[in-house]
């Protein structure tokens, strides 16, 4: 491999992968902790960092995703695979993109039911790809190389018929946070979690947040035109409200 493809894939591990490992667990304990804007946040920060890392990993250039998982999702449409993810992991991802945004109440938002149980089952599926997968081996150093993709995506295809949590990146930065008993961050990534753990979950019981909460700029259309004076707002969120307020 050449080296510049090996610094590549240690920045996309270290500066996305990594990171939001970080994200993903963060995410869940404001969740816990009832910190729903926070966890809006984190949770659209963890899958956005994922997606990177699967694009840079597979070379595709994608300098203006920015915070847009929806974005991502449609330049990871030019890789050469699908992400197969199911129709709850992409409302939660949906949900995510919609709200996580918001990072200042700008606009009103809501979270209801098992929202926790989709986005560890959301991080999960999309992880599974987060690693180098098409590359070629030289098994009998004869010049005749396999290519390695077709045998990967079987092996993500199998991980549906054996226990989630049995699933394993080497040397990913949430293995070694589970191998480490005494680790931290180890009892909030494996908290009431059916994918991540040392042992399989048929049944977990946990509180699901419910709550609605309205922006201000929502409430009194008149702070529109002073907030602008103090913070900058984005365009399309002023034209919005103002169309919103017309009506």
């Avoid at 008993?181 to 399989?200: I, M, Q, T």
Wanted: charged share 30%; proline share 5%.
């Amino acid at each position: 491999m050449p080296k510049l493809d090996v610094l590549l894939n240690d920045f996309a591990t270290r500066c996305f992968r990594d990171l939001a490992d970080g994200d993903y667990i963060c995410a869940r304990m404001a969740y816990r902790a009832k910190q729903i804007e926070q966890f809006h946040w984190l949770g659209l920060q963890a899958l956005e960092k994922y997606l990177k890392a699967i694009l840079l990993y597979n070379k595709i250039k994608a300098p203006k995703i920015g915070h847009s998982l929806e974005k991502a999702l449609i330049k990871c449409q030019t890789l050469p695979f699908e992400i197969k993810l199911s129709k709850s992991s992409l409302e939660l991802i949906k949900h995510l993109d919609r709200y996580g945004q918001s990072r200042y109440l700008e606009i009103s938002h809501h979270i209801f039911g098992p929202k926790l149980i989709e986005f560890d089952k959301a991080v999960w599926e999309v992880r599974r790809y987060c690693r180098v997968l098409d590359y070629e081996i030289d098994p009998h150093k004869d010049g005749k190389k396999i290519a390695m993709l077709p045998l990967e995506l079987d092996r993500i295809e199998r991980l549906e018929a054996v226990p989630r949590h049995k699933f394993r990146i080497p040397s990913g930065h949430l293995e070694k946070i589970l191998s480490k008993k005494d680790h931290p961050a180890r009892e909030f990534l494996v908290w009431k979690n059916f994918f991540y753990g040392s042992r399989a979950k048929n049944v977990v019981t946990m509180h699901t947040h419910g709550e609605a909460k309205n922006s201000p700029l929502f409430l009194h259309p008149e702070l529109l035109d002073v907030i602008e004076q103090y913070v900058h707002l984005p365009g399309k969120l002023v034209s919005a409200y103002r169309e919103l307020h017309a009506s």
